[in-house]
């Protein structure tokens, strides 16, 4: 029987509000959404959107995917030429639940052919989506109907396969999640965050996708820091977390303050017997990995890639090794060409976040991102996890309060507080 609440779009709008995320629906408007009641927490895709359907009268969940260029900010400050999941990247999350039948129309608006790969995800050999292989390319143009039922639950993804180093290179990637008929248990906060990374000359703004491994931009959901949405919950949620990565590198990703079990990859569920605590999940190209932990402790956590380059942004790959070098004579030699000319990373690259050094047009800031208590000296793949104790502070997201007494600071070497 088909049902059409609004209460799914009520909900999507009200997180979207809550952590300051735009949701665009291009080919359905609201009245179209077609929701059901929910079995299950729906999923928020930071900085991204979840992908509407609509009911066929046999019953199909129909979506529509459009792979086309578009214009992609990366932070503000940065935006690139990526090709898109309806003019989104990663693409809308789909979501459905195990036993539905999805019917997926594919248009493709790129200047190549191109099919679309449903990752992970049991089906009919016709309908894997690898151009060439198992169907004709979608040529520019062309609409293709994908068809199948999900048999499965868990995270999956889909993305391009054709011409995967340019069509992925440039964004083509989004998450499909089926949720089982029945949650074993409630979840109360459920993320899905992609990783991806991207080599952009500084100055321009198309990624190159021929670069094969020595990247300079990095992303949660094709969003670096500052630009990354915080992931926001209160105290005592049970949290889930998924990753996706189809891109070139492994990414070890680290939250802190608490620790998490891996329940599931993109072949299934963990059983309870074989999860173990962890704090940082590695999560190589092709992957899927989800986690879950009970949010304890209240504060603003880091979530991070602990691969050292991973959070940060663009940075010239021929800068020299300066650390320790005393750069004073230099410095006034190249005085005498260029006026105020600074000698850098002596001391290390923080200087650099202290003196909010300007770099080339469209290009971020390595590091950046303000703090309550200063630069933060960070970019990339780094986000925060905001814990908060009570609806009040959810609604007002901003840097946590520290119970005084409980903050790091300076003090004398016996002990006591003031000037050193
Ligand atoms: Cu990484």
């Known amino acids: 029987m088909r049902v059409y609440f609004l209460t799914r779009f009520i909900t999507m709008l009200t997180l979207s509000i809550f952590l300051n995320q735009s949701y665009v629906y291009s080919e359905v408007n609201s009245e179209r959404i077609a929701t059901q009641k929910l079995p ?11 992908m509407p359907w609509t009911m066929a009268e046999d019953g199909a969940k129909v979506f529509y995917i459009t792979v086309g260029p578009c214009k992609h900010e990366i932070a503000p400050g940065m935006t690139i030429n990526a090709w898109c999941y309806n003019g989104q990247t990663p693409g809308p999350t789909i979501e459905a639940i195990e036993g539905d039948r999805v019917r997926i129309f594919v248009t493709n608006k790129l200047p190549e052919q191109t099919a679309v790969h449903w990752h992970g995800i049991f089906l009919p050999n016709g309908m894997d989506g690898v151009s060439g292989l198992t169907q004709k390319g979608i040529q520019p143009g062309e609409t293709f109907k994908y068809e199948f039922t999900l048999k499965q639950h868990g995270t999956f993804m889909y993305h391009s396969h054709g011409d995967e180093m340019v069509q992925m290179g440039l964004g083509t990637m989004g998450f499909f999640i089926i949720h089982p008929k029945k949650e074993p248990y409630k979840i109360d906060r459920d993320f899905a965050i992609f990783l991806n990374e991207w080599f952009v000359e500084p100055g321009t703004s198309t990624p190159n996708p021929n670069i094969m491994t020595d990247f300079n931009i990095f992303t949660f959901n094709s969003r670096a820091f500052p630009g990354t949405a915080p992931l926001v919950v209160k105290t005592g949620d049970r949290v889930r977390i998924r990753f996706g990565n189809v891109g070139q590198e492994s990414h070890p990703i680290h939250i802190h303050g608490l620790n998490f079990k ?16 962890e704090t940082t999940i590695v999560v190589f190209p092709g992957q899927t990995r989800t986690i879950e932990f009970v949010a304890n ?26 650390i320790g070098v005393n750069q004073d004579d230099v410095k006034d030699n190249v005085r005498t060409l260029v006026p105020g000319y600074m000698a850098m990373g002596e001391n290390g690259m923080d200087e650099m976040t202290q003196m909010n ?28 996890l905001k814990v908060r104790n009570t609806n009040e502070e959810l ?12 903050v790091a600071e300076s003090v004398h070497r016996d002990g006591e507080k003031g000037e050193k």
Not at 40 to 50: D, E, K, R
Not at 262 to 277: K, L, M, N, Y
Not at 395 to 406: D, Q
């Open 40 to 50: 299950f927490t729906p999923v928020v895709t930071p900085n991204g959107s979840t």
């Open 262 to 277: 891996v329940v599931a990859t993109d072949g299934g569920d963990i059983p309870e017997s074989a999860q173990f605590p």
């Open 297 to 322: 402790t209240p504060g603003d956590w880091p979530v991070h890639c602990h691969r050292r380059h991973h959070p940060m942004n663009a940075m010239g790959h021929e800068v020299p090794n300066m």
């Open 357 to 384: 050094m300007k770099g080339p047009e469209n290009t971020l800031r390595m590091m950046d991102g303000q703090g309550q208590f200063g630069p933060i000296g960070m970019g990339g793949m780094f986000t925060i």
């Open 395 to 406: 609604k007002n997201s901003g840097w946590y309060k520290n119970p005084p007494g409980t």
